[in-house]
């Protein structure tokens, strides 16, 4: 396969998540590398976490493996087991349906860069510390199903 030139894909912070949710990943961009290099089985992400960035809120997945290996920088998986730190090297996975809800938060004062890959499709999402659900189409709602 060729190499990728990672500075052609295009570098968002874009987020679906409602304001008053959004502020913790202001400092996350990413680089959607899967349709951009025309793959279609799975999801993959290069994403920087600028110091004090998260990568998301904490979540877990009904339907997605979720698998993250940090390339440079540390950051802290934060996630229903505690807090561990991540290096350069270390993979963290998580399997669909397994009710463990994670993020990643960069405490230090440098950024960490991470490779994510999940499947292509999601299902039901889950946000246990926030008033938040996924119903796998991107429609993010309050718990009682209520709109923002």
């Known amino acids: 396969m060729p190499k990728v030139d990672l500075q052609a894909v295009p570098q968002t912070n874009a987020t679906g998540y409602p304001d008053h949710l959004a502020d913790v990943v202001q400092g996350r961009w990413y680089r ?53 730190l991540l290096g350069p090297g270390d993979i963290a996975a998580f399997p669909k349906g397994e009710p463990n809800a994670h993020c990643l938060v960069n405490e230090s004062d440098e950024d960490c860069a991470f490779l994510v890959i999940g499947q292509s499709v999601n299902g039901p999402c889950h946000y246990p510390d926030v008033d938040m659900h996924e119903n796998g189409a991107g429609n993010k709602r309050r718990k009682d199903g209520s709109a923002f």
Request: no cysteine; net charge negative.
């Open 32 to 84: 959607r590398l899967s349709p951009a290099l025309g793959l279609s089985d799975f999801g993959a992400s290069h994403v920087v976490l600028k110091p004090g960035a998260w990568s998301a809120q904490r979540h877990w997945h009904e339907n997605e493996d979720e698998i993250l290996v940090i390339l440079s920088g540390q950051a802290v998986l934060v996630d229903d087991h505690g807090r561990t």
